[in-house]
């Protein structure tokens, strides 16, 4: 089993690498272009929107509404069967997004006040941000079937295709910046046009490997289907249990709104580089585990459910602790390499930093969330996840009002950060409680392993960390430093422990 998931999870996480690093040039491109300012503020409070939901549907969780349905419904009917309920599934979906798509138009101008209230109504930043929402808001009709199409080739174990697709919006994205802004008289609506777009070319890319496996949706409506009724009744409480972390970042734009100008602008770059380990490691293990998880739970095979949940909790650990250190100690430097610019200063640096850090600070708990909230949608355990989800958004809110006034917009990352720990926690308390997850042998012994030389590792950035102005060569000298030494420490643990 280790083998295979381990094989899958470094296809899923190349592919994702891929996206991620053009999603670096996308937003190196930003930073260079348009700056900080008034309207890249805007437009960050609008893209929280389709962003949103390109998080929630398209890494995902939204893979957990209907991995485990389809990989039952495969199981047990036959090929038509299961062709017969993907359209109609997909025909209800596409009627309901349609349906909010133009609601969501119509009411824009109130969605941007209730995620930026600190934008005065009807001033131009706030008008500026309503015409991105309502060109941008389109995106989420695409990406919602983007998602489904994506989990039924998921649930073929056909991960390439759905792994890549997300590097075509930044694509288009760049494109949009580099070839469409200067025929704009405000530049900015051109990304917001490059992002619509992407949505449509996410969607057609994903057709010929589902014609391919007979299962192309051919929307159709059936109100009375049962196994439609159940989907649609259990959709809302999935994605709310899996979308804590997503929601909270919503709050987190709102109260940034009422800060410094830059402050929105601040979080959205600290947040992306933290997507750059929980996309390449949260999401591949997501989309690896879940097939599995779903299979098991079918069989009712306890003890592949358990040992699935461990492999992926070990790796979290394997990656989390590092790459938590790294982006601490090496904040500022990637941000001054990637993103500064005359445009984006070096008080923009610092300032994204101090986001970075707090958001650093809970990447272990962000990594847990996707790796145990499948157990729950898997077993269609929704109340205890969408119990939890409350108890991560009130948390957040909580840590919001004690942080944001010493540590402005630093304070409401760390405040994501916590709220993510305490997540994890009470995922892990509960599936520990009904001994649905049994931790294997070894647990205490390769947690110390871990932590030493992640400390070790700490120890020689640290000093390694000198530079006053930084360059890629250095940058890039630093990781791999940091890398070696973390695998050198591990490699001669584990060679001493074997020792006779």
């Known amino acids: 089993m280790s083998q295979t998931l381990s094989k899958s999870t470094l296809q899923v996480s190349g592919l994702t690498l891929i996206s991620r690093l053009l999603g670096f040039v996308r937003d190196m491109l930003i930073a260079r272009y348009f700056g900080v300012d008034a309207a890249t503020d805007a437009f960050f409070v609008a893209f929280r929107f389709p962003n949103f939901l390109r998080r929630l549907f398209a890494e995902g969780a939204f893979a957990q509404a209907f991995v485990p349905l389809i990989s039952e419904y495969k199981t047990q009917n036959n090929a038509l069967e299961l062709h017969q309920i993907i359209n109609k599934i997909a025909g209800h979906l596409a009627l ?40 941008m808001l389109p995106y989420g009709f695409f990406i919602t079937l983007v998602a489904f199409m994506g989990s039924i080739l998921n649930a073929h174990t056909q991960f390439s295709i759905p792994a890549f697709t997300p590097a075509l919006l930044n694509l288009t994205m760049i494109a949009a910046t580099l070839w469409l802004s200067p025929y704009f008289s405000k530049p900015i609506i051109a990304l917001a046009v490059g992002v619509l777009i992407g949505g449509m070319v996410q969607l057609l890319f994903q057709l010929p490997a589902l014609r391919n496996l007979g299962l192309l949706p051919q929307f159709q409506l059936d109100f009375h ?22 929601i909270n970042l919503l709050m987190n734009t709102f109260v940034a709104s009422f800060l410094t100008t ?164 009470l995922l892990l308390v509960f599936l520990r409680k009904n001994k649905i997850y049994r931790p294997t042998k070894g647990w205490f012994l390769f947690l110390s392993q871990i932590i030493f030389a992640t400390v070790v590792m700490a120890a020689t950035l640290y000093y390694a960390n000198s530079v006053s102005n930084w360059t890629v060569i250095q940058l890039v000298k630093s990781i791999v430093i940091g890398v070696l030494t973390y695998g050198a420490v591990l490699w001669l643990l584990l060679k001493f422990r074997h020792q006779p």
Not at 103 to 123: E, K, N, R, Y
Not at 225 to 246: D, E
Not at 295 to 303: C, L, N
């Open 96 to 135: 309901l997004l349609a349906l909010l798509t133009l609601i969501g138009m119509v009411v824009a101008p109130l969605l941007i006040t209730l995620c930026a209230a600190g934008f005065d109504w009807q001033s131009n930043q706030h008008i500026l941000a309503t015409w991105l929402l309502q060109i």
């Open 225 to 246: 289907n049962v196994i439609v009724k159940r989907v649609m009744k259990n959709l809302l409480p999935t994605l709310f249990a899996t979308s804590a972390t997503q």
């Open 262 to 425: 830059g402050s929105v602008s601040w979080l959205y770059y600290a947040d992306r580089l933290l997507e750059f380990p929980t996309g390449i490691l949260g999401a591949a293990l997501t989309t690896v585990m879940l097939p599995r998880l779903a299979k098991s739970h079918a069989a009712q095979d306890t003890e592949q459910f358990s040992a699935t949940l461990d492999w992926g909790l070990r790796r979290v650990v394997l990656l989390g602790f590092p790459a938590t250190v790294g982006l601490i100690l090496l904040a500022e430097p990637i941000l001054s390499v990637l993103f500064q610019s005359a445009e984006f200063t070096a008080h923009d640096v610092h300032a994204s930093s101090q986001s970075l850090i707090g958001y650093a600070l809970g990447l272990v708990g962000f990594l847990a969330i996707k790796v145990l909230t499948p157990a729950f949608t898997t077993q269609s355990t929704h109340s205890i996840a969408v119990r939890v989800a409350w108890y991560s958004l009130a948390a957040n809110l909580g840590f919001i009002s004690l942080l944001v006034v010493p540590f402005a917009h630093g304070g409401v990352a760390l405040a994501t950060a916590l709220a993510a720990v305490v997540n994890a926690g």
